[in-house]
């Protein structure tokens, strides 16, 4: 599965998994074991890796009471970090209620 693929579920999976108030109010750590587990099951995959077979790298941040951030970041083929062939995407999710969430995802390109 191509890394673009494999964050794009991830996304979308995050953004329905925050319908359910009880995983919007998770904790960081919470809410990105219950996105793992998800994720798994709708890919079929039980590793968390991109398309060379790495591990992707995740991170939720909580920036206050109704903003959330999800990084993901793949080292590419070449598995090392600070490279040119690295992808990395951060999504933005932002609710006006406790259930109802939007997203804007930006790729951000290497420096």
Known sequence: MKTEDTFAITRVTLDRLLDDPVVSELDPTGMK?????????????????????RPIEISI???DTERLELLLKSRGRDGRSGTADDVVWIFYFCHGDVVNWWNNATKVPHK
Do not use: H, I, M, P
């Open 33 to 53: 074991k219950r996105l793992l587990e998800a994720v798994a099951a709708r890919t079929g995959k039980s590793k968390f890796d991109d398309a060379w077979g």
């Open 61 to 63: 941040q909580k920036q």
